[in-house]
């Protein structure tokens, strides 16, 4: 699904108001129809809902909201922040309806903003996409009244304040509870920096032309279970294990065997024809009687890897997790590096050890998948200021390296060589513990050995491993979570697909 500007929304907005043809009038009433349903389903009528519009075309869908919901028996009172008497035209004929129906209240001064205190739920229409500076004044103290009420706030299309194509400095800007979005997700949902605004976001369709989506350029996606059903192949009838890959996974060293058992269970549960673990020899026990189905080759190395293997034989080489940095270490991922000529998976101290030794960045090959988190993304490209900036860093990495770049986080985003970022939309905090990343390095590895190209073995890795947790989260929540459970469930967010 594509993530569209502000600026390329409206272009689509004008196609569809002159191609369907619908009056824009209508077309606010379709937006506002689409979100009271969703209120509908999540409110209950004995609901008192405050409803606060500017006088733009966001307010505009707020009345239209309005009128629906008191069609609907809930208590709603409306009120427009009215600096003058300037108004869009749908807003003013949106206020015509509603006030045939239950007068609107004008707030023009900070005396006249209403407590809201009394209400259950507040509907945040002050600002949308046509934000152009930051809030100020009287609107800002109506903000300030929102996000001090406490009470369930669910923004229209995006909450008041926040920009959604460049940073938003902390100031005047709504704490929604949920935003309902229209038609596209916007970029700035994405980022940490911006949670506490967007809260929990849905997006909704009201029927803008698909054509004018189509027809946008954006190096922005948001990763969706249709774009990746297209993208799994079926196991075909006479297949036998030597047609779904061989991998070959370095990892661990003494007191991190475990990464390695993750990672080994993962890649195995992910599908891979024949799975080899390259460890250290204090790690060959463990694995052998951890992970039956894989084989193992122990390093020369007592406690941590020193050296390499052929890899040559290998469709998928995945390194890193649990390795260490130690300088033999250094010496066993350089060699596979120079040695290894198809794109590999590199993760955690693997990136580690590369961002301590800039130079094997200029030999990694072509397509190489490197799997940051924030931290390990930092210590590779350095400081960032804000979200957007994050954005741009890890763009330009995979572009200058010829690599796809995984920055690891909720709604991970997977940076290919052409510019282009799909965002995740599966996943949830109970992977906020140690071993996930494991799990997603073997994930990935997995896929590349069974001969997904390595931008289709990036996307369906990442969104598989949250959806494997998302399915692991609705049977035993988020706090109990491991790493195992990940794995556990990676056959049952296959079978979603079925
Ligand atoms: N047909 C469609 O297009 C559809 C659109 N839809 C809906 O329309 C929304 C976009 O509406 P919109 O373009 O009217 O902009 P909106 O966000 O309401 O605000 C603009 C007004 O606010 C003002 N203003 C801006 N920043 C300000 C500030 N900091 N402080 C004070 N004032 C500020 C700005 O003034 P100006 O910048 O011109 O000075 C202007 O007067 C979109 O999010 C969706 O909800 C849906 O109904 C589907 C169909
Ligand atoms: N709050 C969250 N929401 C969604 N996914 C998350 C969240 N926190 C962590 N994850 C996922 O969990 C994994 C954690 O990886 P990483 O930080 O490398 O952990 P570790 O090194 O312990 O294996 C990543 O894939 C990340 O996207
Ligand atoms: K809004």
New binding site residues.
């Given amino acids: 699904m594509k993530i569209l500007s502000a600026e390329q929304v409206r272009e689509v907005d004008k196609y569809t108001i002159e191609n369907e043809p619908i009056p824009s009038i209508d077309l606010m009433e379709r937006a506002a129809h689409a979100f009271t349903d969703w209120l509908i389903s999540h409110f209950s009528p004995k609901s008192k809902v405050a409803v606060i519009c500017g006088t733009g075309n966001n307010g505009g869908d707020g009345l239209a909201v309005a009128r629906m919901l008191l069609g609907k028996k809930y208590q709603v009172d409306t009120f427009a922040v009215k600096r003058s008497n300037e108004a869009s035209a749908d807003f003013k004929i949106n206020e015509k309806r509603l006030n045939e129906i239950k007068p609107v209240r004008e707030v023009t001064t900070e005396k006249g903003i209403p407590l809201l205190e009394e209400f259950d739920v507040i509907i945040d229409g002050l600002f949308g996409s046509g934000l152009s500076r930051e809030v100020q004044g009287l609107h800002a103290d109506v903000v300030e009244m929102i996000n001090k009420s406490r009470k369930t706030v669910v923004s229209i299309d995006i909450p008041s304040g926040l920009f959604t194509d460049h940073h938003t400095f902390p100031g005047a800007v709504v704490e929604a509870d949920y935003t309902l979005t229209f038609q596209v997700p916007k970029l700035a949902f994405f980022f940490p920096e911006n949670a506490q605004y967007v809260g929990e976001w849905y997006v909704v369709d009201i029927g803008l032309s698909a054509e004018a989506i189509d027809q946008q350029r954006s190096h922005y996606y948001m990763l969706t279970s249709e774009m990746i059903s297209k993208l799994l192949k079926p196991r075909k009838k006479f297949a036998h294990k030597g047609d779904h890959g061989r991998a070959l996974i370095m990892s661990g060293s003494y007191g991190k065997m475990g990464?390695a058992v993750l990672c080994a269970r993962a890649a195995l549960r992910t599908g891979i024809g024949l799975l080899t673990m390259y460890i250290p020899t204090c790690g060959y026990d463990i694995i052998q009687s951890t992970v039956p189905e894989a084989m193992a080759i122990p390093d020369e190395g007592d406690h941590f890897l020193t050296s390499y293997t052929d890899l040559e034989n290998y469709d998928a080489v995945g390194v890193g997790?649990g390795i260490g940095k130690e300088q033999e270490t250094v010496y066993s991922l350089m060699q596979s590096i120079q040695t290894y000529k198809k794109p590999m998976v590199i993760?955690?101290d693997g990136l580690n050890i590369i961002s301590e030794h800039g130079e094997m960045l200029e030999i990694l090959p072509k397509n190489t998948i490197i799997?940051p988190?924030p931290k390990e993304f930092e210590r590779l490209v350095g400081k960032w200021s804000d979200d957007f900036e994050k954005l741009a860093l890890q763009k330009d990495f995979a572009r200058k390296h010829d690599i796809i770049v995984v920055l690891?986080?909720?709604?991970?985003s997977v940076a290919l060589p052409s510019g282009d970022i799909f965002f995740?939309s599966t996943?949830?905090?109970g992977?906020?513990?140690?071993?996930?990343?494991?799990?997603?390095t073997g994930m990935i590895t997995s896929l590349l050995g069974q001969g997904y190209i390595p931008e289709e073995a990036a996307k369906i890795g990442?969104f598989m491993?949250?959806l494997a947790?998302d399915l692991a989260a609705e049977v035993i929540g988020e706090i109990g979570m491991v790493?195992t459970d990940i794995t556990d469930f990676i056959p049952e967010a296959y079978q979603q697909f079925k």
């Fill in positions: 990464a997790p993760d955690a799997t988190h690891k986080g909720a709604h991970t995740n996943g949830n905090p992977m906020a513990s140690g071993g996930s990343g494991d799990v997603l990442v491993h949250g947790a790493a």
